[in-house]
């Protein structure tokens, strides 16, 4: 009783970009249909890799199936799927076309690198959306500026009374000394320094007011901008 003859599997090997550090070897290599050879996807790679002149294992392999469309072998199922359209083609005589696609691992970080940055406005996104609270220099001054207009409105409150007692006052004496000029002219500059001081006060308090807005709409500006970079980002 004759041995059956082994089937054997020739491939042609196309280089997509052959590696500049590869050998020059032929680009038909045959195998036999044997469990040594076509049983396991990173022997059956080695090989191929070993015929094909590639210096290193960074070499992506597709073949074309039935259909005439590129599938790439990427795991050991993915060859076991393969080898069925491999032997179908083998028993019909016909030579297997294999795609070989050497990858740089530097130009491949880079695209990593790429990628990691562009999606990070994405996940920052949420980030934005949720920081809807105000920061905490700009509580705490808003709360040091509440209790600095307190305190400056309790003054011109109590400078206002002074000045109602003192008008008071010397509406009294006019009454009584109206022949004596002089205690008058000295109320008179007293109510003078007063109203300086009072109107001295306001201009300050008028002063904080404009700074308080001019920081209130910095962060209005700010926030917006933010808002506006993030929708930008998710259209993208």
């Not at 297997?96 to 990070?120: F, P, Q, R, Y």
């Not at 109590?158 to 000394?177: E, F, G, P, W």
């Not at 002089?182 to 404009?210: G, H, Q, V, W, Y």
Request: charged share 35%; with cysteine; glycine share 2%.
């Amino acid at each position: 009783m004759s041995k059956k003859k082994e089937l054997e599997i020739v491939y042609n090997l196309e280089w997509k970009n052959k590696p500049a550090n590869g050998d020059e070897k032929s680009n038909m290599v045959g195998i036999l249909d044997i469990p040594a050879t076509t049983l396991d996807w990173k022997t059956f790679k080695s090989y191929l890799l070993k015929n094909s002149g590639a210096a290193d294992d960074n070499v992506k392999v597709s073949y074309i199936d039935t259909e005439d469309r590129e599938k790439p072998i990427n795991s050991q199922l993915d060859f076991e799927i393969a080898l069925y359209t491999f032997r179908h083609k083998a028993r019909m005589s016909e030579i297997i076309t294999l795609k070989l696609d050497c990858v740089n691992s530097k130009k491949s970080g880079v695209k990593m690198i790429a990628k990691e940055l562009s999606d990070m406005p994405k996940r920052l996104n949420p980030i934005v959306k949720k920081s809807e609270k105000p920061p905490e220099w700009f509580t705490m001054y808003m709360k040091k500026f509440k209790e600095e207009l307190l305190e400056e409105i309790s003054t011109i409150c109590a400078s206002k009374t002074h000045q109602m007692n003192v008008h008071h006052a010397r509406k009294l004496k006019a009454d009584r000394q109206r022949s004596r000029k002089t205690p008058l002219l000295f109320a008179d500059s007293i109510n003078d320094k007063e109203l300086s001081k009072s109107a001295k006060m306001e201009r300050k308090l008028e002063s904080k007011l404009e700074k308080l807005e001019h920081k209130t709409m910095k962060i209005k500006a700010k926030k917006m901008a933010l808002r506006g970079s993030s929708d930008r980002n998710t259209k993208r």
